[in-house]
């Protein structure tokens, strides 16, 4: 099997030059990436995430505002979004949502009834969530557990609590999205709590163009660079390379529905 990328931001302007050849080497046969899933992170983001979905057989689409962005999310966009996951079949997610309290704005407050609004969302259609959540645990497992998310689970994408907080993830049902991280000289937190974490409960990521893994931190990330993940992965949990892209696959098929 190949690697199943759960995260990517492949309508981000840096890769205006060479998305296409991008994206079609590494589906092609000899490439190594069997599924993309573009995450849309604005509305801008959204409409081009199902463009790339609508292009490419094997990319499919996330659709959902990031709490950056929340300021531009009004009823409308609502509507728009819950239409889109409704009626367009390439849109297997909602995401990405969440809650970012590193920075001081947006406020707390807003960003709290936006992220419900979206999980609130994806319940009524039915469809798992990919979150984004920085320094914000607690407010995280109570927003999920306050709109019942549980009952549609999903994704704590790019990982960065203890292992304990991952211990009540997993009790709502909620998959644990590792990428670049975990590769780092001080991810020591993020190893701690991938040896903690089951493997049908992973799936990996890059988080594109960020997060690049080592060897190759710091430049533009590709999804062909989660092997580097999923090698360190496999030193973690005594596996094999690709026994660890075949876990991870199947389970965000599995996920997903594909
Ligand atoms: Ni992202």
């Known amino acids: 099997m190949k690697i199943f990328e759960t995260h990517a931001h492949y309508d981000d302007e840096c890769y205006d030059k060479d998305r296409d050849a991008l994206i079609s080497s590494m589906l092609a046969d000899e490439g190594s990436v069997d599924y993309i899933i573009n995450v849309g992170a604005s509305i801008r983001g959204c409409h081009a995430s199902m463009e ?3 292009k490419y057989e094997r990319v499919y689409a996330a659709i959902g505002v990031h709490p950056d962005d929340i300021v531009n999310l009004g009823k409308d966009e609502i509507e728009w979004l819950k239409n889109c996951a409704l009626h367009n079949p390439k ?12 920075y001081p ?3 707390k407050t807003l960003q709290l009834e936006k992220f ?4 609130s969302l994806a319940v009524e259609v039915n469809k798992p969530v990919i979150i984004h959540s920085r320094d914000a645990c607690n407010d995280t497992l109570e927003s999920i557990k306050g709109e019942n998310a549980q009952n549609v ?5 790019c990982y960065s609590y203890s292992k304990e907080a991952a211990r009540d993830f997993l009790n709502l049902g909620f998959h644990i999205g590792i990428g670049g991280v975990l590769t780092f000289k001080n991810a020591k937190k993020l190893v701690e709590a991938a040896e903690y974490i089951p493997m049908d409960r992973i799936v990996l990521e890059t988080d594109c163009p960020y997060m690049a893994p080592e060897p190759h931190r710091g430049t533009r990330n590709y ?7 999923a090698e360190k992965l496999a030193c973690i949990k005594g596996l094999s390379r690709e026994e660890v892209i075949d876990i991870t696959n199947m389970n965000a098929r599995k996920l997903f529905g594909i």
Do not use: K, W
């Open 52 to 54: 790339l979905a609508d």
């Open 91 to 102: 849109v297997v997610a909602v995401g990405e949502i969440g809650l970012d309290y590193y």
């Open 105 to 107: 704005e947006p406020e």
């Open 116 to 119: 419900r609004e979206q999980l």
């Open 153 to 157: 689970g999903g994704i704590i994408h």
């Open 223 to 229: 999804s062909e660079n989660i092997s580097f993940v």
